[in-house]
């Protein structure tokens, strides 16, 4: 709100947050304590999305010994850079880049997975996600998200209450958390639950549609049997 006084003046105060939504019907929660040790990302690869410092966290897991396959979901201009990557650690049986992929085969794989990592960070041209959507399909799917604290991602990813927290730009942190949640079983099933409520909350489509709608009817007062008519 600070930022919005800051930007808008005194208007801010009338403002109204509304967060985009998921129809939970197509988002099944499944308790994750019986996953396969799968690191899954998605999105495009691009500087924002901080996959090099998974690609750096995978390669720290295998100096561990930490059993575990990492999968990256998506296409874009960083494909070659992270290939080289890849390959510079060794890790070409341990990490896959698998394209884009259907949107019913990307639920099937973070249903699969153990931990959904997003290591957003702010780009070196001041680009940075704003809150990406698929923590909140990970989080609706009830599969534990370790992601980093960039533009809106902690105001549902709260560390150790809905996920895990790590810095941006640390491989090492985000090393440690993956590792975490791999091997507790307990934690994870804790997070997701939780995660899961608060999906439900804040980010049902339904519910935050009806939100909408209340507020153009309370701006542009209708009659409701207007309403009724144009929907139908």
Do not use: W
């Not at 090099?52 to 396959?69: K, N, Q, T, Y």
């Not at 874009?76 to 259907?102: F, K, N």
């Not at 949107?103 to 099937?108: A, D, H, L, Y």
């Not at 909350?201 to 207007?226: G, I």
């Amino acid at each position: 709100m600070a930022y919005l006084r800051a930007t808008v003046g005194p208007v801010a105060g009338r403002l109204r947050r509304i967060y985009n939504g998921l129809d939970l019907a197509d988002f099944p929660y499944r308790a994750p304590d019986e996953r396969r040790p799968l690191v899954l990302a998605v999105g495009r690869l691009v500087e924002k999305k901080g996959l090099a410092d998974l690609v750096e966290a995978c390669a720290i897991l295998e100096r561990r010994g930490v059993s575990f396959d990492c999968r990256i979901v998506g296409s874009g201009e960083l494909e070659e850079g992270l290939r080289s990557r890849i390959a510079r650690h060794g890790l070409g049986d341990r990490v896959a880049l698998t394209g884009a992929q259907p949107r019913g085969e990307v639920v099937r794989s973070i249903q699969e997975a153990a931990v959904l990592a997003a290591p957003c960070v702010v780009g070196d041209d001041g680009n940075r996600d704003g809150l990406p959507t698929v923590l909140l399909e990970a989080m609706a799917l009830g599969t534990p998200c370790v992601s980093t604290d960039v533009t809106g991602i902690p105001e549902v990813l709260r560390d150790g209450e809905t996920g895990l927290m790590v810095p941006p730009r640390n491989p090492e942190a985000l090393a440690a958390a993956i590792e975490r949640l791999l091997e507790d079983a307990v934690l994870r099933v804790a997070l997701a639950g939780r995660a899961r409520r608060r999906i439900e909350s804040d980010f049902d489509v339904h519910r935050n549609t009806e939100q909408l709608r209340e507020l153009f009817c309370a701006a542009a007062p209708v009659r409701e049997e207007a309403l009724e008519e144009a929907a139908g």
